[in-house]
């Protein structure tokens, strides 16, 4: 049977699923529909102009992309589940035509904002009231209503600290010039996380787009295929290498396991796997694309920002986690097929890797490009996706089947500038946070606690840190997760002696864990829809394959050589060594099984060993790893007996 038919009798349908907690989006007709394309299509054309002549200035390329976006979601995403899902009420249009003009005012009137000395006018409240009160609904209806809670929260902090008791207490501000701040000042809505969407984000989900347009999945799918599908466990491997390769392109969990597990969550169950496992693994590895370069999500971006580094550093700071995470997914689902003793795939469900590079090898192009600028020549991010948006629309016409003909680019246009808005909504209430923190000095006073709240140990501040951006993310998208736990959390784990990229890699990666967190993990409803699980099950699945996701972030912190910057060679290798065992023996453990079935016993001991591998200094090593190799060498007698007596029978 042909991988094709395979896929059709076994897959789901594909369904709209959008990356982060919000509602569901129209299905517009008629007129509408029109409507939709053209602003879309207009404010790509924008900004791939901006990105390419570099003529416009970023506060009017920060404005034009909220005016667009916060116009689309009001038209776009209905107010409550009982309104028209067909078409936007009067009240939609008439919301989103204000926050429009709200967005756009600060960039038209800008020359007049900078002469008034810093004093708003009566106009300029009147439109930053109106601004704020319609981002925050544009970010409930977008991706529901934790984010907005979380802002509204810090706004109500902003009027009323001054009557807070204890050490949160502040002098207080008035309401004008809290609005000032927040929508007239860089500090505010318009600040660094709206500007890293709307100059470097955009692009790369621009470039996902055409590369999805042109048939880049279909190109990783078969690469992934022919590279893992004979093997044990092949097609739970084929989920974890082409969904990461998929990470590199689109950054998005939800669409990851969308657009990969139509294709490798059927194959999982052919062979064996139970359909909250195959469901698990698709979460797992899905999750894991917004950790792996180049690409990595609009978090890695703002990262950047926040930190004051060059994009290519966070890129090659994450090759190492991002390794161990997939190699950690892949030895443990090798284990579990050895465990229950499942099927291969048949050699017709295989494509031959000559044939695959040969059909679809061009679709490489761009993705090598884009590294190659980042990595090599490091050019800008903004530049190096605009050259590679170019090269993949050249590179599509190489063959007939992924022509990017005028319609098909369009639509990938418009599916980019849709796939922006959940991430440029939260950037833009996630200023609101930004702001208060900076007006209020809220951020240097959490951590300052948290460091007294762990007593000044390092390893406990780590884990409230951990269950602080668990929980955060349960409620928040990954992007403004991050935004929060780096403005605060952060900060204290820096001042408790964490290096700052390790401080904020810690963070990334929890708000990236909190997908696949139950109960409420979006990414394993996505996947047991698949799956034809139950949702819980699969959650509960990934959260334990993924056991390695909650682990690597306290190594970056107590072996940051893992993370290539200011160390030497011989540091790398010695702690890229220990990781590797370190992450084997913990997929081991978690399956419980070697070359045979470990004891209870053997798991929590060697669980003991993966912390003092993977946390400890050399000590730890010294006393864990004779320990393995003790436990490897019982469960390798105990397969040569096993052997000898099947033998002997």
Known sequence: MALSDFIKKRGGALTDVDEDKGGKKRELEGAWKYIITALCLSLAAFQLYAAGSGLVDDKYVVSVHLAVIILLIYLLFPATKHSSSKAPTVIDIILGLLSFCAALYVAVF???????????TKMDLIFGVI????????????????????ACVFLLYAVFGRQIPGVFRHAGFTVSKIIKLLYLTDEGIFGTALNTSATYVVLFIFFGAIMSEIGMSKFLSNLALALAGGSVGGPAKVSALASGLMGTVSGSTSANV??????????????????????AVECVASAGGQIMPPVMGAAAFLMAQFIGVQYSVIVFAAIIPAFLYYLCVWVSVELRARRQGLKTL???????????????????IPLIALIYFLSVKGYNPIYAAWLSILIAIVVSFFRKSSRLTLRRFCRALENGVKGTMSVAI??????????????????????????????GIKFLALFLAMAASI???????????????????APALVNMGVPLLAAHFFVFYFAIMSTITPPVALSSFVAAGLAQSDPLKTGVSAFRLAIAGFIIPFMLVYKPALLLTGTTVPAVIYNLAIAIIGVIVLAMASEG??????????????????IGLLILDERGDLVALPIILLILFFQRREWKKRREAADRA
């Open 346 to 364: 048949e050699k017709d469900q295989i494509p031959k890797l000559g044939s695959t590079f040969r059909d679809y090898g061009h679709m490489a």
């Open 471 to 489: 929980i955060l993310g349960m409620g928040l998208p990954t992007t403004a997760c991050y935004i929060v736990t780096a403005l605060t959390l």
């Open 131 to 150: 601004c704020l009160v319609l981002v925050l609904e544009a970010t409930r209806r977008a991706i529901g209503m934790a984010m907005p809670i979380v």
């Open 426 to 455: 939260a950037c833009a209430c996630a200023g609101i946070v930004i702001g208060v923190i900076s007006l209020t000095g809220f951020g240097l006073v959490f951590s300052l606690n948290i460091f007294k709240l762990a007593l």
């Open 110 to 120: 800008a020359k007049k904002i900078n002469a008034q000395m810093g004093i708003p």
């Open 258 to 279: 969308a657009t990969t597990g139509v294709m490798t969550i059927p194959l999982m169950k052919s062979v064996g796997y139970a359909p909250e496992y195959a469901g």
């Open 593 to 610: 099984y070697v070359m045979g079935v470990l004891k209870l016993w053997q798991r929590l001991i060697l669980l003991a060993c993966v």
